[in-house]
Nanobody
Framework: QLVESGGGLVQAGGSLTLSCAAS????????LGWFRQAPGQEREGIAC????????HYADSVKDRFTLSHDNAETAVHLQMNSLKPEDTAVYYC?????????????????????WGRGTQVTVSS
């Protein structure tokens, strides 16, 4: 199970931190990634933690603005989002990830992920 928290409404230029806590598995089994989906658009992967080498991966659209951190003890990840833009408005989801390389950019098969959270809304006003 994955539970996201921390979404909300923020003005452009502001910051939010999202959290995703996993239960039922650990980083020995999966990485954790953040994805988002705006109305009428496909779901896209924006950040991913690979526990095999403890690296993080980012989409170009969020690089240098978003920072993903992880908590090994809690099997959790946090996404610090700075300099938010109206185009960042979306539902943000956390998912268990096998390979981060396949989890950045548009996701063509949601079913290839074993676990998804329910999502948390992020709205950035202009």
């Amino acid at each position: 199970q994955l539970v996201e928290s921390g979404g909300g409404l923020v003005q452009a230029g502001g910051s939010l931190t999202l959290s995703c806590a996993a239960s039922g598995f650990t980083f020995d089994e999966y990485g954790l990634g953040w994805f988002r989906q705006a109305p009428g658009q496909e779901r896209e992967g924006i950040a991913c933690f690979d526990p095999s080498d403890e690296t993080t991966h980012y989409a170009d659209s969020v690089k240098d603005r978003f920072t993903l951190s992880h908590d090994n003890a809690e099997t959790a990840v946090h996404l610090q989002m700075n300099s938010l833009k109206p185009e960042d408005t979306a539902v943000y989801y956390c998912a268990a990830v096998d390979f981060c390389e396949n989890s950045i950019g548009v996701i063509t098969s949601l079913k290839s992920y074993d676990y998804w959270g329910r999502g948390t809304q992020v709205t950035v006003s202009s």
